[in-house]
């Protein structure tokens, strides 16, 4: 597709549930951002991949949060025993790499704990 | 303190004013991007600066790299402007990004 797309848009889980989600990042980007948004806040960094590099996984809040990211293609997040802290907007976001490049963002995926 | 802070948090203009937003930062950064969320979340990206100023319609964005401080100004301003803008920069020292808050912007008829 022309964009970044995401999936699912809307989950809702039990606390305690493992969740995943997905990214899949304009093709031939080779960064990929994943954030967080809580309600009525502000974009919050998770992790960053960029090509083959170790990513930045420094904006993780807790074990619970992995991402995995193969080559320059999709990426899934997984959070462990969700928690109701963890409803937020997940927002991915995609850029050709190359310093000063704009971001492509996705329309997020919209999680509900219970 | 945060690595980018944003001013004001809130915004409430008349249809027609001018608006500005401002967004100060503390670290060296490679560029510096506004983005425009609506309600509903998704997010558009509407400037990237290096350097200078930048105009795409009734908006402008400029950036002082010496002071670390950045503007998004919309002239004429209309309620479909209403929405969040945020400020982020990319890091100088690799590619990730660090937001502001954001301002939340309410253009009434």
């Known amino acids: 597709g022309a964009g970044v797309s995401q999936s699912p848009s809307n989950k809702v889980t039990e606390k305690g549930k493992d969740v995943e989600l997905r990214c899949d990042p304009i093709?031939?980007?080779?960064?990929l951002y994943w954030y967080r948004q809580r309600l009525g806040q502000g974009l919050e960094f998770l992790i960053y991949?960029?090509?083959?590099?170790?990513?930045?996984k420094s904006g993780l809040p807790s074990d619970r949060f992995s991402a995995e990211r193969t080559g320059e293609s999709v990426s899934t997040l997984t959070i462990q025993r969700t928690q109701q802290e963890d409803s937020a907007v997940y927002l991915c976001?995609?850029?050709?790499?190359?310093?000063?490049?704009?971001?492509?963002f996705g329309q997020g995926t919209r999680l509900t704990v219970v | 303190k945060n690595e980018v802070e944003q001013s004001p948090q809130n915004l409430t203009a008349q249809e027609g004013e001018f608006i500005t937003i401002n967004c100060s930062y503390s670290?060296?950064?490679?560029?510096l991007h506004w983005l425009q969320q609506h309600p509903g979340g998704g997010i558009v990206s509407l400037f990237m600066?290096?350097?200078g100023k930048k105009k795409h319609g009734r908006l402008i964005a400029t950036i002082n790299i010496q002071e670390k401080h950045s503007s998004l100004h919309i002239t004429a301003s209309h309620p479909r402007d209403s929405a969040v803008y945020i400020c982020?920069?990319?890091?100088?020292?690799?590619?990730?990004?660090?937001f502001g808050a954001g301002t939340r912007l309410t253009v009434k008829p």
């Open positions: 982020a920069v990319r890091s100088g020292n690799n590619n990730d990004m660090r």
């Open positions: 976001a995609s850029s050709p790499g190359i310093r000063n490049t704009e971001a492509f």
């Open positions: 991949f960029q090509g083959n590099s170790a990513p930045d």
């Open positions: 093709s031939g980007h080779t960064a």
């Open positions: 600066l290096s350097s």
């Open positions: 670290v060296g950064i490679s560029a």
